[in-house]
């Protein structure tokens, strides 16, 4: 590991200019690439004091041997000179989308004498015109497939248009009508490039023309009572019609543009692209990255555009880039996308509208692609096996935590405390073991308390079941007398063998202060902090730091993140109820049906309140017993708060439309 300060250059080395830096290791291997407004600042950054960096950066920084910097003219030089070297060089410590799967594309080959349209996947070729991409390659052809009847270009590959040639036949599509044969000549080059062209605009979303251009070519023949040739030509309209059907319409016509969205943790995102060409998606696609460095959402949307547009030009970038936040340098980026093009490009965070709708939707689908990511990650056998035993490694376990049980204390300003309990069982959860507390020992705030309560509740229950059970036997078996009804032991009565607590230092000392009490030795304990994903034991005063890429890092995550969606929603509930409760709650036997007739009858709480037993006697169902201890349980009831209107802050009377 190299000290950063024997590598700083020195003081008035750096110019304060635009330009690009690289850092390279002990073997001269470039592992990271930046770019920077000012050269002298930026990297000033990097050589503070390594406790006040992120931890990525720091590892980076002591990871390289040497730093190096170009000088450019302008800040869209640096950010094109930045994307190449990416590309060159493949820095293990910048950030590098990933296609999570190869994308078809529909491709027209207008390089060639007589285009092709077909199928394509891999790097793109100068002088094709590119549509897509693509979810399915069937979806491709069945477009095509409509799209021949109006446009019928050549869709054979070069060894068979030679063959047809020599033979002087065209292929099967030739006598159908769906190419029309330039290989026997039956148009010339130039009528058969103009097919071609007018392939490429329908497909470019410039679709009325040809719709418009058809029917009234149908009206005309109708009209001279040439009906075969009306008829052929409504059924070509119907034809476009159905290749139209295909692509939703979702913003007005004749738009072009890119929406890109993004779904992120501690450690990966997730980004998706809907291409929306003359009002249509006319593809998508997604791809996920490591967070292998320090970087914000503003900078994963300029590595997206990176990406995406780093070797397109023309057409292919669209006049209107949607985003969900601003790059840091979002007029160099703008720049540099308008030049790419060859015209202006408007880059963007839509704010209202259709446009607006439609990248909740992309976002949607990218948090989608990394929820799907997780799983098929968490899924693999060998991969949660290799995720426990790193575990064990990290925290020197004496065997892989086959049973792990996080612990998470959730409330609002210290109102509803609540707590949850989550199960993973050889690296999967385990639903039937969840379990939600209540904080009971104290009110308010204090999280640490809390975790210890918890702890010390959920052993003591432990050791009770253990205690009423008996000792386990040397299997770790329990006969069906010691079980519940169903065979297997209650709720408390499995030990984990790893506590994970959603926190740091602090959480992890009262958990660990809490199976000291009890005498309980054989439990190992962590925490793992959020936000900088460290995990922390009992005692120590610095963390564990799992590599980035660690699979127990990923599974100690998962575990905490479970626990923590486990107790916000048991605490919303919670709350929930609370706000809805009734002094009707406190009378047994008054279920739902009955409270509600009492409302309907009286109109609200307060008329009920004001009734008296005869009158309460009047409303169906309810006799001189059930309507005095209606009248007991509201005359003994403090009285509630006044109801506010959360989105207006308007007090709300209690004669309104109060329910029980």
Same mark, same amino acid.
């Given at each position: 590991m190299a000290d950063p300060s024997s590598y700083r250059p020195k003081p008035g080395q750096i110019p304060d200019s635009p330009g690009v830096y690289k850092f390279r290791d002990e073997h001269r291997r470039v592992i990271y690439v930046g770019k920077a407004k000012s050269l002298k600042q930026r990297l000033a950054n990097y050589f503070q004091?390594?406790?006040?960096?992120?931890?990525?950066?720091?590892?980076m920084v002591t990871t390289a041997a040497s730093v190096e910097w170009t000088v450019v003219s302008t800040e869209v030089e640096a950010l094109q000179l930045e994307y190449t070297w990416i590309k060159e060089y493949d820095p293990r410590f910048n950030v590098k989308y990933r296609d999570d799967k190869s994308y078809p594309y529909l491709a027209v080959t207008l390089n060639e004498e007589f285009p092709r349209v077909q199928v394509m996947r891999g790097h793109k070729k100068k002088g094709v015109r590119y549509f897509g991409p693509y979810a399915?390659?069937?979806?491709?052809?069945?477009?095509?497939?409509?799209?021949?009847?109006?446009?019928?270009?050549?869709?054979?590959? +070069?060894?068979?248009?030679?063959?047809?040639?020599?033979?002087?036949?065209?292929?099967?599509?030739?006598?159908?009508?769906?190419?029309?044969?330039?290989?026997?000549?039956?148009?010339? %080059?130039?009528?058969?490039?103009?097919?071609?062209?007018?392939f490429c605009d329908f497909m470019a979303g410039r679709t009325g023309t040809y719709i418009r251009r058809l029917e009234k070519g149908m009206t005309a023949a109708a009209e001279d009572m040439e009906y075969e040739k009306a008829a052929r030509l409504r059924d070509d309209i119907g034809a476009l019609r159905r290749a139209m059907e295909k692509s939703a319409v979702v913003l007005a016509d004749a738009t072009d543009a890119d929406l890109i969205a993004l779904a992120e943790d501690e450690l990966e995102a997730a980004v998706q692209i809907f291409h929306v060409r003359g009002g249509r998606v006319?593809?998508?696609?997604?791809?996920?990255?490591?967070?292998?460095? +320090?970087?914000?959402?503003?900078?994963?949307?300029?590595?997206?555009?990176?990406?995406?547009?780093?070797?397109?030009?023309?057409?292919?970038? %669209?006049?209107?880039?949607?985003v969900p936040a601003l790059p840091e340098d979002a007029e160099a980026v703008t720049l540099w996308l308008s030049g790419r093009r060859g015209s202006q490009v408007s880059l963007r965070v839509p704010q209202r509208g259709d446009k607006k709708d439609l990248m909740t939707t992309v976002a949607r689908n990218a948090q989608q692609a990394l929820v799907l990511h997780k799983t098929k990650r968490a899924s693999d056998l060998t991969t949660r096996s290799r995720a426990l035993e790193e575990i064990a490694e990290a925290l020197d376990l004496e065997s892989a935590p086959l049973r792990i049980e996080c612990f998470d204390i959730s409330h609002l300003q210290g109102e509803?405390?609540?707590?949850?309990?989550?199960?993973?069982?050889?690296?999967? %959860?385990?639903?039937?073991?969840?379990?939600?507390?209540?904080?009971?020992?104290?009110?308010?705030?204090?999280?640490?308390?809390?975790?210890?309560?918890?702890?010390?509740?959920?052993?003591?229950?432990?050791? +009770?079941?253990?205690?009423?059970?008996?000792?386990?036997?040397?299997?770790?078996?329990?006969?069906?007398?010691?079980?519940?009804?169903?065979?297997? %032991?209650?709720?408390?009565?499995?030990?984990?063998?790893?506590?994970?607590?959603?926190?740091?230092?602090?959480?992890v000392a009262a958990a660990r202060r809490a199976l000291d009490e009890l005498g309980i030795d054989d439990v190992a304990v962590c925490g793992l902090a959020k936000r900088l994903e460290e995990v922390w034991l009992p005692g120590e005063d610095d963390p564990v730091v799992l590599p980035r890429s660690s699979e127990g890092l990923y599974l100690l995550q998962r575990v905490r993140d479970t626990a923590h969606d486990f107790a916000i929603r048991y605490q919303r509930s919670k709350r929930t109820k609370r706000l809805r409760s009734s002094p009707l709650d406190a009378v047994p036997g008054l279920g739902d049906t009955r409270k509600q007739a009492l409302i309907k009858h009286f109109g609200s709480v307060k008329r009920l309140k004001q009734a008296t037993i005869e009158q309460i006697c009047e409303v169906p169902g309810f006799g001189r017993k059930t309507a005095e201890a209606v009248a007991v349980a509201l005359a003994q009831a403090a009285p509630a708060a006044p109801a506010v209107n959360t989105a207006t802050g308007e007090i709300m009377e209690d004669d309104g439309g109060t329910t029980a």
């Open positions: 004091p390594l406790v006040s960096l992120h931890p990525r950066t720091a590892t399915h390659a069937w979806a491709i052809r069945e477009t095509v497939d409509l799209m021949l009847r109006v446009f019928p270009v050549r869709t054979c590959s +070069a060894g068979v248009f030679r063959n047809a040639a020599s033979a002087g036949r065209p292929c099967l599509l030739g006598y159908i009508g769906k190419c029309s044969a330039p290989c026997v000549g039956r148009v010339t %080059p130039e009528e058969h490039r103009e097919l071609a062209d007018e006319r593809g998508q696609r997604g791809w996920v990255t490591d967070k292998v460095e +320090a970087v914000s959402t503003a900078g994963l949307v300029e590595h997206a555009l990176q990406q995406l547009y780093g070797e397109e030009s023309g057409d292919t970038v %669209p006049k209107e880039v949607l509803d405390v609540v707590a949850s309990m989550v199960v993973f069982e050889d690296g999967l %959860p385990r639903k039937s073991e969840y379990r939600r507390f209540q904080i009971k020992g104290f009110e308010g705030q204090d999280d640490v308390r809390s975790m210890h309560e918890v702890i010390g509740r959920r052993f003591r229950r432990y050791l +009770a079941e253990k205690e009423r059970t008996g000792e386990w036997g040397e299997e770790g078996e329990v006969t069906v007398d010691e079980a519940g009804d169903d065979g297997r %032991p209650k709720r408390f009565a499995y030990p984990p063998q790893l506590v994970v607590v959603d926190g740091g230092q602090p959480q």
